[in-house]
């Protein structure tokens, strides 16, 4: 039987047209710590999927943020599709305002990037269409007053960003925590262009012929380093994973930040800024609300104790960073 929840958005799908009045089954699959999914399957029809956000996420520490955010995912997909074809599931829902979203399924033929870098596949394509999927969106967004006012979205950003991951991990590290603050400080005032703000490998599929991202209810009017940083950060620590194999993941490091340039053109400050946010987001992957599930004990003092002796003093370039890293591991 479906659940109370299920009723409900099954009676919407209905209203909307995008299911009949046929036998239709709603099938959970994997989430994510932020929301309930499923794929939507009727006799006859192509199958699809629909989202709705949680409010309390499914983490061990106690992590709250407003449903209401899906609204903004909504938004993201509208815009992203137009400025990068193909680079976001087709949207089909028509309210932006339902509590749900429905949206293009992407199944057989696509895999997770994160499932293959924890694999060990390393493909430079990857990394390529990861920095020049988010260069597009980047510059085609960039100061544009529209796109800034659909997305004045920082309380938001504050609950699922800022918060679990910047100051969460000052908390716990008394030392570097100025530094920290600073950088949540920072960030809440800059407004360049619309950030995903979860681009992460998990969130994206490729295939072939697509490069897909998913997964976009924390986007915000705000700074592009965020997003850069977010996406390398999750390559460093898949480094450390493997390491001491599989240091050709600087290869992608290198390959996505070159693709991800010369979408924006050159810019020596944004590099800066990204690669310090990279030692923060390091850092809040084992200390902060959202630790990566794969990086046991002993590597996590290994992260900690590169970071801590950096963080402070950093001015230093992605290149430097990928550098000490690699040497490092």
Not at 293 to 320: I, K, M
Request: net charge negative; aromatic share 10%; with cysteine.
């Amino acid at each position: 039987m479906p659940s109370e929840v299920e009723q409900g958005i099954l009676e919407q799908i209905r209203c909307d047209g995008l299911v009949g009045s046929g036998n239709v089954t709603m099938v959970p699959f994997g989430g994510g710590v932020s929301s309930d999914v499923w794929l939507v399957e009727e006799e006859g029809s192509e199958p699809f999927v629909v989202k709705r956000s949680v409010a309390k996420l499914r983490v061990k520490a106690e992590w709250f943020a407003d449903p209401a955010r899906l609204l903004y995912e909504y938004r993201y997909l509208e815009i992203a599709a137009k400025i990068a074809p193909g680079a976001v599931p087709k949207l089909l829902s028509k309210d932006p305002h339902a509590p749900f979203v429905a949206m293009e399924y992407l199944g057989a033929g696509f895999e997770n990037w994160k499932a293959r870098l924890l694999a060990g596949d390393i493909r430079i394509e990857d990394a390529r269409r990861a920095g020049e999927t988010l260069g597009l969106i980047h510059r085609a967004t960039r100061n544009d007053p529209e796109v800034a006012s659909q997305f004045d979205t920082l309380p938001f950003f504050r609950q699922l960003r800022i918060e679990p991951y910047l100051l969460a991990t000052a908390e716990k590290h008394p030392a570097l925590a100025g530094a920290i603050e600073a950088e949540a400080a920072r960030l809440a005032t800059m407004r360049e262009c619309l950030v995903h703000g979860d681009y992460s490998p998990k969130n994206m599929l490729v295939s072939d012929g697509r490069f897909a991202v998913l997964d976009c209810e924390t986007a915000w009017f705000g700074d592009p380093a965020f997003d850069l940083a977010f996406v390398l950060n999750h390559l460093h620590l898949k480094a450390l994973l493997h390491s001491p194999k599989l240091t050709d993941l600087s290869s992608l490091i290198e390959v996505l930040s070159a693709s991800y340039f010369q979408i924006t053109g050159a810019d020596k400050a944004r590099d800066r800024r990204t690669a310090r946010l990279v030692l923060m987001l390091l850092l809040a992957r084992v200390d902060g609300k959202s630790p990566a599930e794969y990086l046991d004990p002993a590597r996590q003092d290994r992260l900690r104790s590169f970071v801590g002796p950096r963080l402070n003093d950093w001015d230093g370039t992605l290149a430097d960073l990928s550098a000490q890293w690699f040497q490092f591991l």
